[in-house]
């Protein structure tokens, strides 16, 4: 049997009328850029997420980039993130001349460590940048009290997060802001790049919409010098046709891990993710935990089972931030990266699949 590691094309037969449609009526309009079919995606998605305002973009990482600089955050500044994401959480805070200051993450949830949150903090600190990894949501009721105490503004990293709740409430609506990608392997995915902003504050959502649109809110008024980063149409179209079916997209990649966690029950070599409690974790990844990854990764491969790691080396032992000298300041993400392995996840995914990559695993311990 072979099973990739995602299957969008799978998910592409499943809808394709409404995608069908959605691009034709796009180029039946030659509404390629900006015009009605972005502006319906950010009403659809405001609506979804349950906020007042979507700035969309070029992509995820833009809207990072985005937030931060309309935030007014630049040389001299701090922002604290973690040490396991990828690289679009730190560099975009570098890009601003900011110092990206980063946190462990802990060996249950992966996510940050909301202990040795606080500590990160100086004076110099202006924002958080916080990332709700693999689809499980941080630990949000500390790391809000300890940014509203200590006057720092909580930005949500919600790439990989969309719909993910924590105690009832739908993560990227926590913070000042947030930022989603819709990247075609995402939980909501394009077929190209796409991202947005989200937030309730409308001075900062206009501010964020002049910057993205070289600055202007309106055609040659360029009240600052912004950059270009734009959704498309076909994108937007595309976006709002799949939007509907999140919500059972999003049980389907639940079920999937429950069903993970059924058939590999009983394999001690393997630790299985588990969800923080009261919370909602929507699985954009499945990961595991195991101590000989490469064999076991390469086992499957040989069987036709695709898998992956989010990440193999952690933002702080990045050669980019080498000069820092943040080697062995961070145990947990470090020790994660040689053991974490990401097996194959997305809604279309089927028992019999499960119960097939299951008893490769269970095989290759026996
Ligand atoms: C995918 C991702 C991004 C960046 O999104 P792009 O649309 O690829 O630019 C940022 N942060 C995290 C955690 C991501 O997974």
Known sequence: MKIPFVDLHAQYLSIRPEIDNAIAEVIANTAFI??????????????????????????????????LRMLGIGVGDEVVTVANSWISSSETIGQTGALPVFVDVTSDYYSIDENLFEAAITERTKAAVIVHLQGQPCEMQTIKEICDRRGITLLEDCAQSHLTE???????????????????????????????????????????????????????????????????GLQAAILSAKMPYLNEWTQSRISNADLYNTHLKGIEEIILPIVRPDCKHTFHLYVIRVKNREKLSHYLKANGIDTA?????????????????????????????????????????TESQIEYIADKIRSFYK
């Open 34 to 67: 900006g015009g009605q079919f972005v502006r319906k995606f950010e009403s659809d998605f405001s609506s979804l997420l349950g906020v007042e305002h979507t700035v969309s973009c070029a992509n995820g990482t833009d809207s990072l980039y985005i937030m």
């Open 166 to 232: 924590y105690k009832g409430q739908t993560v990227g609506t926590f913070g000042f802001a947030a930022s989603f990608s819709f990247y075609p392997g995402k939980n909501l995915g394009a077929y190209g790049d796409a991202g947005c902003i989200v937030t309730n504050d409308a001075a900062f959502a206009d501010k964020c919409r002049m910057f993205a649109n070289h600055g202007a809110l309106l055609k040659h008024q360029h009240k600052i010098e912004g950059i270009n980063s734009r959704l498309d």
């Open 309 to 349: 790691v989010h990440y193999p080396l952690a933002l702080p032992n990045q050669e980019c931030y080498k000069s820092r000298n943040l080697h062995g300041k961070f145990p947990v993400a470090t020790e994660l990266q040689n053991e974490i392995l990401s097996l194959p996840m997305y809604p279309e995914l």
